[in-house]
């Protein structure tokens, strides 16, 4: 049996744990390497790229600031999260917020660090990545929809910068990059739905408090009608191996999430419509491997 002081420790490891996302960060992480080894650079050999010093730290700065970022969120969304999460705020104040706030600078530090071992320009842009996350949390998400665009737009530079340290741009890539994106900023939209009394009492200016639900659920509409356009090109027009299937059972949830989207009326249906966004994201992440399965199984053997 555990004595009282190494429940409280454990909980409090759970409570930060719970801060900072860390099923998010490590979701993130094997996008960036399975990304990098199926997508990027198919023709390096594995270990090459698994043992990339550079990468490895580029993955690992990106953890640090995401890391960093879910807790100075959650600092000044504290109150906010009592009203739309009373459990998970009740297990994240457990850590005290100071102790929030020094995690929060040991961690950008430690990111920095990381990238100062592969260039000044790493460290530049982690250095602005790190202000763009506290800019974002203390004043552009309270503001209609450019909130929603600038937290889509963070969650996908993780991604950006592997894309750029292997310098391959070509358009398959980028209309990848343009389907994660419409889904991330229609589940950020989602998420104002399914947040509205926590942020109507604190004077959150978001889409559904200032327009309305209905105009929120149009415009969410549109977003999930624009990311049919590049699945349907991954499918139609690019070669993406198996993953076509992926794209597939895509099209058939979204307009599933369509048809439950105009007849959603509370919380509880909003955050099923979340739950469909996210698994298409995470589910999206292992099908990497459905590009090339003959080049999956020589990676491995």
């Known amino acids: 049996m ?3 002081k190494n429940k409280l420790l454990l909980f409090k490891l759970l409570s930060l744990f719970s801060v900072v996302r860390g099923y998010n960060i490590l979701v993130i992480t094997l996008a960036q390497y399975l990304a990098s080894i199926y997508i990027l650079s198919p023709n390096i050999p594995l270990r090459q790229v698994v043992f990339d010093l550079n990468l490895f730290l580029i993955v690992t700065a990106s953890a ?35 102790f929030k706030l020094t995690t929060y600078f040991i961690l950008n530090f430690m990111a920095v660090l990381a990238a100062s071992y592969i260039s000044f320009r790493a460290v530049l842009f982690f250095s602005a990545y790190i202000f763009g996350i506290w800019f974002y949390s203390h004043k552009l998400k ?13 969650a996908i530079t993780p991604f950006f910068v592997v894309f750029v340290y292997y310098g391959n741009f070509e358009t398959v890539i980028f209309v990848h990059a343009v389907f994660l994106f419409l889904l991330i900023l229609a589940r950020e939209m989602i998420k104002d739905l399914e947040n509205m009394a926590g942020d109507l009492a604190q004077n959150y200016r978001t889409i559904p408090i200032i327009y309305g639900p209905k105009v929120s659920k149009f415009s969410i509409a549109l977003l999930i009608v624009l990311t049919l356009v590049p699945a349907l090109l991954l499918i139609k027009t690019f070669d993406v191996g198996y993953m076509y299937f992926y794209f597939i059972a895509c099209i058939a949830l979204l307009i599933l999430f369509l048809v439950l989207l105009w007849k959603s009326k509370d919380k509880k249906h909003y955050v099923w419509l979340h739950n469909i966004l996210k698994l298409i994201i995470v589910v999206g992440v292992f099908s990497i491997l459905l590009i090339d399965v003959d080049l999956v199984l020589n990676r491995i053997l």
């Open 2 to 4: 555990l004595s009282r």
């Open 142 to 154: 309270r503001i209609p929809f450019i909130g929603n665009l600038v937290s889509a737009t963070l």
């Open 64 to 98: 640090l600031v995401i890391a960093s970022g879910y807790i100075i969120n959650n600092f000044y969304d504290a109150e906010k999260d009592l009203i739309n999460k009373p459990t998970k705020s009740m297990l994240d104040r457990l850590v005290s917020q100071r």
